[in-house]
């Protein structure tokens, strides 16, 4: 592992954040930001998933001073408007049902603060088609998956990939919620590469 590049702290108690950054092989410490997350009620999609993001990063940079904190966030939208974690099966279902053969989108935000103070953000946008599926689809993914803790229901790192047609991404990690390509540039621009001699 590099011992020379500046630490690194991830703000996010996310599993599925904390594999996708195991795979650039980077000691880091874990400190989720644990903000106030809801929507502001003139906020887009996209502009909520940004501010979310610099929050989370901002948050965590001011508890460690000269590290480099990493800070991400997605949210899940289609035409009825931005779906939340669902909290318990009815909800879930009913989001899935929702959603069912519509095209929905995941707005993926990210802010890396350096150790000098430095502040670099990167966002994108990840269509999806959904597919027509059946009440028992629905009900058996749910069953299955139990997606509470996922924006629409969507555990796209799990069974979620089936439920759709396709997705559109310049960044295949972009729909789990941490985009790796865009991690590993920024992170790059701050002293933290991944391939450097340790």
């Known amino acids: 592992m590099p011992h020379t590049q500046p630490s690194l702290v991830l703000a996010s108690g996310s599993v599925t954040r904390r594999a996708l950054l195991d ?4 000691s880091y410490r874990i400190d989720p930001a644990d903000v106030d ?22 948050t965590v940079a001011e508890r460690h001073p000269g590290a480099t904190v990493l800070g991400s966030d997605q949210l899940l939208a289609w035409e009825g408007g931005i779906l939340g974690k669902p909290g318990d099966a009815a909800t879930a279902r009913r989001q899935l049902a929702e959603i069912a053969g519509q095209t929905i989108r995941f707005y993926v935000a990210l802010r890396v603060v350096g150790p000098n103070g430095q502040r670099l953000d990167w966002q994108e946008t990840v269509e999806a088609q959904m597919r027509r599926l059946t009440g028992h689809e629905i009900a058996r993914y749910v069953e299955i998956e139990q997606p509470f ?7 796209s790192e799990g069974l979620g990939v089936s439920l759709v047609e396709r997705m559109d991404s310049r960044d295949p990690t972009a729909i789990l919620g941490l985009p790796l390509i865009a991690t590993a540039r920024l992170l790059r621009e701050v002293g933290i590469d991944p391939l450097a001699a340790t």
Do not use: Y
Not at 23 to 26: D, H, I, M, T, Y
Not at 149 to 155: E, I, L, P, V
């Open 37 to 58: 997350e809801t929507i502001l009620a003139e906020e887009t999609p996209g502009e909520a998933c940004l501010r979310l993001a610099k929050l989370k990063a901002d």
């Open 149 to 155: 803790d996922c924006a629409g229901s969507m555990r």
């Open 23 to 26: 795979r650039l092989r980077l």
